[in-house]
């Protein structure tokens, strides 16, 4: 599925299987994860988007071709690709454990081909193996919605009263995360949106209610996954004394002005970009001793633009997978 001008339909395409270069693997897609980045992507909304692109960065697959250089995968051995798929290696952050912002990365689905497709080509360095436990399809939001999740979650610090804006697919995998971690989460949805809360509370939060609300009592912390700045100032009015809002998306619409005391006394206000190759082998050995769950709504490859579209207007819970 094949986006050729930003704002456009996907195109059902056919293109011949192409061959891993040296240090790539060639993956039969099982299943590819929806997120809200692809609707960033779709939208034009983010900057030097290779066209034409395949989008999907939650891909799960079996690598059915192997280039020269690869060592340590194997001929139909299942793995899992993020959202970052190249990086460096040689620019300072690639040189100081902070490759989640290297100078001439290449990320999934953006500026590389990605899953919404049969089969895929990867960089083999940024490939997890997932083992045999648990279906393609169930394992697919882990790949962003989770990792860039956790992520978050390590960048929200350590405070137990955390506020989760916007329940959708990071915060369904957070939100089980945040509980193991033994927090308490407040789930803050779309004003009115009643299943999402009920959702958010079938997954053990404390509390959940409307973005427009105030929880009962103040936070340590917030994360916002919603792609509305609006949230911002209310996130920050949401947090104690010292505490912290993190904006873990990856383009947001305006933040209006504040007073600039809902910044004072040391609230922080932060972004996390994109994954370390570290951030995903911690989160996928801990998700199985987690538990985590994910909900998610199947669609045919095919019907790709339906599934962005039922992701644009929240018509499911958790999220979608396509599946060829
Ligand atoms: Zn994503
Ligand atoms: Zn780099």
């Known amino acids: 599925m094949v986006l050729n001008e930003p704002g456009g339909d996907l195109e059902w395409t056919y293109i011949a299987d192409r061959q891993p270069g040296p240090g790539e693997i060639r993956i039969k897609v099982g299943a590819c994860g929806v997120c809200r980045t692809d609707l960033h992507v779709l939208d034009g909304e983010l900057p030097d988007l290779k066209l034409p692109i395949i989008p999907g960065h939650e891909i799960v697959g079996r690598i059915d071709a192997i280039g020269v250089g690869v060592n340590g995968l194997s001929i139909g051995e299942r793995v899992g690709v993020p959202w970052l798929g190249h990086t460096c290696g040689v620019c300072p952050y ?6 989640n912002l290297c100078d001439r990365p290449l990320f999934t689905g953006y500026t590389r081909d990605g899953g919404f497709a049969t089969a895929t080509i990867a ?70 949106d ?11 939060a404390t509390w959940a209610g409307g973005s427009d609300e105030m929880p009962p009592e103040p936070l340590d912390a917030a994360i916002i996954y919603a792609a509305v700045g609006d949230l911002v100032p209310l996130a920050l009015k949401a947090v104690r004394k010292g505490g912290r809002v993190v904006c873990a998306g990856i383009h947001m619409s305006d933040i209006p002005s504040f007073p600039y005391r809902l910044l004072w006394e040391e609230r922080q206000l932060v972004s996390v970009a994109n994954l370390t190759r570290q951030d995903g082998i911690d989160f996928l050995k801990l ?17 790709a633009n339906q599934a962005l579209a039922d992701l644009r207007a929240g018509r499911f819970e958790g999220a979608a997978v396509l599946v060829p």
Do not use: M
């Open 123 to 192: 960089d083999a360095r940024f490939a997890f193996p997932l083992g045999e436990v648990g279906s393609d399809v169930a394992l697919a939001p882990l790949l962003c919605a989770g990792l860039i999740g956790w992520r978050s979650l390590g960048i929200a610090g350590v405070g137990k009263k955390l506020g989760l804006y916007g329940f959708g697919a990071a915060a369904h995998i957070v939100a089980q995360a945040a509980k193991w971690q033994g927090r308490s989460v407040f789930a803050f949805t779309r004003p009115g």
């Open 94 to 99: 690639c040189t100081s454990l902070q490759e």
């Open 194 to 204: 009643v299943s999402a809360q009920d959702f958010a509370r079938s997954l053990g």
């Open 287 to 303: 998700a199985p001793e987690i538990g985590i769950v994910t909900e998610t709504t199947c669609y045919p490859l095919n019907q």
